[in-house]
């Protein structure tokens, strides 16, 4: 399988927009990548331009070894679903997923045996003679999946491939493609808005916000070290608070609370004593206290979510605080009012950053 590499990529449209700013990737051969970022944040933009359907500003696009930047797409071995999937209508399924063949001049005979190995594979041998309206949203979405694979691709793309799909059909096609993934070893980019998905799916995921990429780790690395304040935020969920730094070592600070009270956090930005800063506090990682550290509020909200309980916590400096509870043995729910103390489970669980 082929690396992929994307060397300082920036691209601004003729109307000014700065779609993507210096991206650097860096695609072992065989990977899954996500690229995960909220709507409008480059993601399309950036697989366009590895497709070689957008000629980049600035920087390279390298795969294998080779510099592919005066390629045209069809010399790139790149397959791509695009985010609608995009199969020809007028053309039958056979048709549709032999279509990347017949432009390269495979005769038919040839090209529809590959079509019908194709289609067996994602379960759809006996639709070959179909057309596209006459197969389901799920269905069309595997036929999308065959045609790009049709041409041997070294980079496989997929654009938001399941955002149509309803829950349950999207989880067994997330499965599906990964095993598919993992069968062909073929380097794959997955563009998705949904955190779950990029951290289900991918052996890295790379989280991007106004064309920056924000931070390129494994799926733990990005829930679990989050080294912005917009990664911390966007992946996962993250109680947000006020601070100021009271003191500083090696890798932890000691916070004050606006809301009193002091935490320990990790600090991945370099912050100095008396800054002012936001606390991150990711609900899990909370608990209830009677030692007097972490924070003071009374319980507002109480909501049981069946493997796990949510209580909102309103703090003395008017936010809203939630703290989840995996709900064994019958947790109890605690009464809208009572007073509680609240501290991260442990000290590196806190996250701060500059404000
Ligand atoms: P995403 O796929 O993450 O939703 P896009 O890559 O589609 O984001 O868009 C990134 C930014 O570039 C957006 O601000 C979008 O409006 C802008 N953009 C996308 N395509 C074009 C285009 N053809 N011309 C001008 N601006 C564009
Ligand atoms: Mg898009």
Redesign the pocket.
Same mark, same amino acid.
């Given at each position: 399988a082929k690396s992929l590499v994307l060397d300082r990529i920036t691209h601004r449209? #003729?109307?000014g927009?700065m #779609?993507v700013s210096d991206i650097n990737l860096d695609v072992k051969g065989g990977e899954i990548i996500a690229l995960l970022?909220p709507?409008?944040?480059?993601?399309?933009?950036?697989l366009r331009i590895i497709a070689g359907f957008i000629g980049q500003s600035e920087g390279r696009v390298i795969i294998g070894n080779n510099v592919v930047d005066a390629l045209p797409p069809n010399r790139r071995a790149v397959g791509i679903v695009f985010q609608n999937y995009a199969l020809f209508p007028h053309l039958s399924i056979n048709e549709n997923v032999g279509y990347g063949l017949a432009a390269r001049g495979v005769g038919q005979a040839a090209r529809n045996a590959e079509a019908q190995r194709l289609l067996d594979m994602v379960q759809l041998g006996q639709f070959g003679e179909r057309l596209p309206r006459q197969l389901s949203g799920g269905q069309q979405q595997r036929v999308a999946l065959a045609r790009a694979l049709a041409i041997k691709p070294s980079i496989l793309l997929l654009d938001e491939p399941f955002a149509a799909l309803d829950k349950n059909l999207r989880l067994d096609m997330q499965i599906e493609v990964k095993r598919l993934q993992r069968m062909a070893g073929i380097t794959t980019l997955i563009?998705t808005h949904d955190q779950e998905e990029a951290l289900s799916m991918a052996d890295r995921v790379a989280v991007l916000s106004h064309?920056h990429l924000e931070q390129f780790g494994t799926p733990s690395e990005i829930y679990d070290q989050p080294q912005t304040l917009f990664v911390n935020t966007f992946v996962g969920t993250a109680n947000k608070m006020k601070g100021v730094v009271l003191a500083t070592d090696a890798s932890n600070v000691r916070v004050g609370l606006e809301a009193g009270g002091e935490i320990i956090a990790r600090a991945p930005k370099t912050v100095r004593a008396s800054d002012e800063v936001t606390v991150c506090l990711r609900p899990e990682h909370l608990t209830f206290v009677s030692d007097g550290s972490g924070f003071a509020g009374e319980i507002g909200m109480a909501l049981p979510l069946g493997a796990t309980v949510v209580h909102e916590i309103k703090a003395k400096d008017g936010s809203s605080i939630k703290i989840s509870q995996a709900r064994t043995g019958g947790t109890p729910l605690r009464e809208a009012g009572t007073p509680v103390r609240v501290a991260p489970l442990a000290p590196g669980l806190a996250t701060v950053f500059p404000q």
């Open positions: 449209f #003729a109307s927009t #779609a970022g709507s409008g944040c480059g993601k399309t933009t950036l563009v064309g």
